[in-house]
């Protein structure tokens, strides 16, 4: 059975780690930790991950590219295991959704960010999309600080359980039941 492809963005390195700009980081090694995936290995230019959720065999990638070059790692990987774009699945950070919001879509624009730039280029536009809202700090000019902020101790509690949401309710996205994955985790965040 071929792999889903499943990567997190974000910037390599200690300096980086509570970057909101690496909440995709962030997402992947929750859903590895929540679902017992082996250890992380070097691999298509990235760290990589492989587990099971349900009967599916995911493969998490974290490209090591730096964000303005992952595409070059989800490329290689897609090529290696000869995954269509389809097969992909893309956590990334997104300013026009509230804090802590989680959508799901497929194609669609980059938004200007860099991350899903540099993978479009690479592997075309057709790939699932985890957005994963950051909010906007207000005016553009405050855009790159607030993207490459840390998240502030305040925020600590909402991002866990938002990742705890994303890992837990993982098996929905697996099965390709985008719906059911967001109303699940907009649930538990209600709680």
């Known amino acids: 059975m071929m792999p889903q492809l499943w990567v997190g963005l974000g910037n390599p390195g200690a ?25 992380e290995k070097k691999g298509f230019q990235g760290w990589v991950r492989e587990g099971r959720i349900g009967s599916h065999k995911i493969l998490l990638l974290k490209p090591a590219t ?4 992952s595409g ?8 290696f295991y000869k995954l269509d774009t389809g097969d992909v699945t893309v956590f ?3 300013l026009d959704l509230a804090p802590f919001k989680v959508k799901v879509k497929t194609g669609g624009g980059t938004a200007g960010h860099n991350g899903l730039r ?39 509690d909402d991002l866990a359980g938002m990742l705890g949401a994303i890992a837990g309710e993982a098996r929905w996205l697996a099965d390709g039941d985008d719906a059911r994955f967001m109303s699940e985790i ?3 965040q209600q709680d």
Do not use: C, W
Request: proline content about 2%; charged content about 25%; cysteine-free.
């Open 15 to 39: 300096q980086y780690a509570m970057h909101r700009h690496n909440v995709g980081f962030m997402a992947a090694d929750a859903i590895a930790e929540t679902h017992g995936f082996g250890p």
């Open 66 to 69: 730096f964000m303005n070059e």
């Open 186 to 188: 907009a649930l538990r």
């Open 118 to 156: 540099s993978t479009e280029a690479h592997i075309g536009n057709a790939f699932r999309r985890v957005r994963i809202g950051i909010g906007h700090p207000g005016h553009k000019d405050r855009v790159t600080g607030h993207v490459l902020g840390n998240y502030a101790k305040a925020e600590m």
């Open 92 to 94: 990334h950070d997104e």
């Open 72 to 79: 070059r790692a989800v490329g290689e990987a897609m090529r």
